[in-house]
């Protein structure tokens, strides 16, 4: 600063300088507030490099020390890559006793130099979750179902579809593999099979890493009963639909991967009986219950 001023500071007054310096781009915004012998004046201006900025705060505060030398540095100042032409924001004002300042955090100021309000963090979270996008998913899970056929049966479910916010929906095929049961009065085994289409809806909670929540789901399906050895009078095709409660919970392994489980009781809308020729019942279908273990590949990240 003596290299601008050309002697030390004066010690005839207390001066404090309070300097803000935001970098914006390629350039930097330079704010100054000079406070001296009662009076203080505020200077703002944009430039290009850190050292003119150190330059500027150099002369700004040693034409507050010695206005007189302001011909004597005009020429100097021309050589700082200013964009906007400093000016002042406030006049000069009396103050009783100048106290040192604390500092306050940096404010964004842009290229013209006019100051604007830092961003809200809170706002803009607001906004992403207002800003709910779809994720799209495909699944695939191996399961495990009770209640649909005579026996406790192994099965796949392949899915599609989509997560809204907390909100997750999906569509998809199951099918278990065929149980065979032989009854007392039937004269050759009977072979069970199933197939259907399912639509659940969940609603996940915590998250993200690890998400629970609840779900329903409607399925629809057939199941086909087929005797041994009398295909004369076989296959026996009848409609299954039921409504499934449980829930859903998913472990996220990587942004677009996730590990997930199902745990849920079916309850059967319609209730097929099959029975022999003799009108004795062979099977009957009742309360029932399903769990799926596999993963969920998303097509988007988070």
């Known amino acids: 600063m003596t290299k601008w001023l050309g002697n030390p500071l004066p010690d005839d007054g207390e001066l404090f300088v309070h300097t803000q310096l935001v970098r914006s781009g390629r350039r930097w915004n330079v704010a100054i507030e000079i406070s001296l012998r009662g009076q203080t004046g505020e200077r703002r201006v944009t430039v290009s490099?850190?050292?003119?900025?150190?330059?500027?705060?150099?002369?700004?505060?040693?034409?507050?020390?010695?206005?007189?030398?302001?011909?004597?540095?005009?020429?100097?100042?021309?050589?700082?890559?200013?964009h906007p032409e400093p000016r002042d924001t406030e006049e000069p004002r009396k103050t009783p006793e100048p106290a040192p300042r604390k500092v306050e955090p940096q404010r964004n100021l842009p290229a013209d130099g006019e100051e604007v309000p830092a961003p809200d963090p809170r706002a803009s979270q607001h906004e992403e979750a207002r800003g709910w996008n779809w994720r799209g998913h495909a699944s695939g899970a191996g399961v495990g179902a009770w209640g649909t056929l005579p026996r406790a049966t192994p099965g796949a479910d392949l899915q599609l579809g989509g997560d809204h916010g907390p909100w997750s929906m999906g569509l998809g095929v199951r099918w278990l593999l065929p149980?065979?049961?032989?009854?007392?009065?039937?004269?050759?085994?009977?072979?069970?099979?199933?197939?259907?289409?399912?639509?659940?809806?969940?609603?996940?909670?915590?998250?993200?890493?690890?998400?629970?929540?609840?779900?329903?789901?409607?399925?629809?399906?057939?199941?086909?009963?087929?005797?041994?050895?009398?295909?004369?009078?076989?296959?026996?095709?009848e409609p299954w639909w039921a409504l499934g409660l449980g829930a859903q919970a998913f472990v996220e392994l990587s942004g677009r991967l996730s590990l997930m489980s199902e745990l849920e009781m079916t309850v059967p809308i319609a209730q097929p009986?099959?029975?022999?020729?003799?009108?004795?019942?062979?099977?009957?279908?009742?309360?029932?219950?399903?769990?799926?273990?596999?993963?969920?590949?998303?097509?988007?990240?988070?």
Request: aromatic fraction near 8%; proline fraction near 6%; charge should be negative.
């Open 179 to 237: 149980v065979t049961v032989s009854p007392d009065r039937a004269v050759a085994p009977i072979d069970f099979s199933w197939f259907g289409a399912r639509a659940v809806f969940a609603y996940r909670l915590l998250g993200p890493a690890v998400e629970v929540g609840p779900a329903l789901a409607v399925e629809g399906g057939i199941i086909t009963a087929d005797q041994q050895g009398r295909s004369a009078e076989n296959p026996v095709s």
């Open 49 to 82: 490099s850190c050292e003119a900025a150190a330059e500027f705060v150099a002369i700004a505060v040693v034409l507050a020390v010695d206005p007189s030398l302001a011909a004597g540095l005009e020429h100097r100042a021309d050589e700082l890559p200013v």
């Open 273 to 302: 009986v099959f029975v022999l020729s003799d009108d004795s019942e062979v099977y009957r279908v009742g309360l029932g219950a399903r769990a799926a273990l596999g993963v969920r590949v998303f097509f988007n990240s988070r």
